[in-house]
């Protein structure tokens, strides 16, 4: 007795046979890939359209400042859009912010309703403007080598000051930058030329001068010394 030859299934009869679950399976699997495909798009053009999007600043200053307008080219290149103001009465503009005379300097800006005060480097802005503590920051006075106001290579030191919403200031950063100061006093060569030209003639200041040397005493101690007082009176 001959049995009967088996035939082999076909793709068609194991999708009858499985109730077509292969093909719905390959199709759900697709989907998923393509919605967490299109999920990490969006999350990576919403991070670089955020990343890219610049600072806008507002900056209130006299038409003749000329260090003022430096800021502002500062600011610039370090990536922020300036909205500049010329103002002729700037006394009224840090008045009306709430800067009192202590932290006051020459020109006055606003960023995300916060000030910024003097020569503030781009740098701590940006720092202030991700803190919910504070009202705003300031550089007091002008100080020389601060942003805008390169003067030949000096370099004040100079604190920049933060004024919290409790109403204290406190300090914030301070400038030369600490690391920067150490490398140069222990003179590691770190930064600029002028930069460890201005500190070295800072430390050679700041060193304690040599006494004058004492005089020698000539052969013969004290006895020859009286002598010669007694022939010298004559």
């Known amino acids: 007795m001959t049995r009967p030859r088996l035939q082999p299934y076909s793709p068609n009869h194991i999708h009858i046979l499985m109730g077509r679950n292969i093909p719905m399976r390959n199709n759900s699997l697709r989907r998923r890939r393509a919605l967490r495909l299109a999920a990490f798009v969006a999350l990576f053009i919403s991070s670089a359209s955020h990343a890219a999007e610049p600072l806008t600043i507002d900056v209130h200053r006299d038409a003749n400042c000329g260090c003022c307008k430096k800021w502002v080219q500062h600011l610039e290149a370090s990536g922020f859009t300036v909205v500049d103001h010329v103002e002729t009465n700037m006394s009224a503009i840090k008045r009306g912010f709430g800067i009192s005379p202590e932290l006051s300097s020459c020109h006055t800006a606003t960023i995300n309703g916060k000030f ?4 503030v480097p781009a740098e701590q802005i940006i720092a202030m403007s991700k803190r919910d503590d504070l009202l705003g920051i300031a550089v007091p006075g002008m ?4 942003p805008g106001m390169e003067v030949d ?3 004040d030191a100079y604190k920049v000051i933060g004024l919290s919403k409790a109403g204290t200031d406190h300090v914030v950063a301070e ?3 600490t690391d920067l100061l150490i490398s140069l006093l222990h003179g590691e060569g770190h930064g600029r030329a002028e930069d460890i030209a201005h500190f070295e003639r800072k430390k050679g200041a700041t060193r304690a001068p040599k006494p004058p040397p004492k005089p020698k005493e000539k052969q013969g101690g004290g006895m020859y010394q009286v002598v010669e007082q007694l022939f010298t009176a004559r």
């Open 175 to 177: 400038y030369p930058k």
């Open 143 to 146: 100080p020389a080598g601060s």
């Open 153 to 155: 290579g000096k370099h």
């Open 116 to 119: 910024v005060e003097g020569h």
